[in-house]
């Protein structure tokens, strides 16, 4: 019989699935006795698996109420349908679903899901007003780890957060990802004008902020250069007054097709990830598949994907000067970046899990901490 396993997250589903989530909840449904509870998104059409939520109209307040509610969520689907596990993605989450498994009376093991430092949460994302919530927010993580049945990371940088409050994680592997539009076609040759590419939300933890002030000086030392921004957050002012007063070397689109993606890459020379904290970093294997080499800060997990001066350069977090030098250096030699791009492009290896493969492992995750 197989294991009844409850996922619980934030994320915001639409139904019906994409077709790359289908193939990661088609697998998972193969290993697992698979019920979600979510947010909905688009929700046009009906799957047993999951249990969406729709947001409250609360404006800022929303994320609070998800919060507030979500013991009571999950002790309701927990008495209604019981299961022998819960992985819980986020570490405050979790500790709140320790306190809905409590209410419910449940046996069910509940697993931490960490995917990076807790801590960034309310301190490096969303309104300032958040930073309010730090304590709470870091008394409500620390909880989780030291009383989930299980944690699970997803590289060498989040299994050292967890290994610094004495616990050892329960399994390390990395999340599915679909890389297939990535790897579809070989690398294409770079592109004739120097460009830099950032691709992620515009909040503070990926340093917007500190990459507009470090390509000023790329521009004035390479006035030939571009840079490309895609992504929306609550920084978006930083991207509109960088493109106002460098409209020339400057282009910035608030999203674009996941399918997209890859055609960005294609027209970049270099990926830039000049984050303040990170898990693992998505977009540096996608840039790896299409040939691209990433400048990055030397924090969280980049640097247990990039190699510094062999799939990349690394720089110390918010050194504008550094960032600005590693892009121009890059930029400014093309011989370099094809040959970082190359280096990256033969390290993806370690990435390409199929949705089998997750899923196995999830399977034998729940196996491990049921059985313990």
Known sequence: ??????????????????????????????????????????????DSR???????????????????????RVALELRARPADAV???GAQETALVLAGRALARSSAKVILDLHGDWRAATRLYGSPSRRAFAPLGDLLARTAVRHADGVRTISGYTSGLVRA?????????PAFMDLEPFVATSPVALPDRPTALFVG???RYKAIDVLAAAWRSVVARLPDARLRIVGRGTMAETARSLVASLPDSLSWAESVPPDAVAAELDA???????????????VVV????????????RVGGIP??????????????????????????VLGDRELAAGLGAAARGAIEPWLATPEDYARRIRELVAQVTSG
């Open 268 to 282: 970049a020379t270099v990926l830039v990830l000049p984050s303040r904290s990170e898990g693992l970093g998505r």
């Open 50 to 72: 999951f249990r969406l939520y729709r947001p409250l109209p609360l404006g800022r307040l929303e994320g609070a109420a998800f919060y507030a509610l979500l013991p009571f």
């Open 304 to 329: 247990d994907l990039v190699t510094d001066a062999e799939t990349g350069l690394l720089v110390p977090p918010a050194d504008t000067s550094a960032l600005a030098d590693a892009l121009v250096r």
């Open 165 to 173: 409050q004495g616990l050892e994680p329960a399994a390390e592997f």
């Open 1 to 46: 019989m197989k294991q009844r396993l409850l996922m619980v997250g934030r994320t915001r589903y639409d139904l019906p699935l994409s077709v790359t989530l289908g193939r990661k909840f088609d697998a998972l449904e193969h290993e697992v006795d698979v019920r979600v509870l979510a947010t909905a998104g688009r929700v046009s059409a009906a």
């Open 286 to 297: 996608e840039a790896f598949c299409r040939g691209r080499a990433v400048v990055g800060s």
């Open 87 to 89: 992985l819980v993605q």
């Open 201 to 203: 939300v515009l909040e």
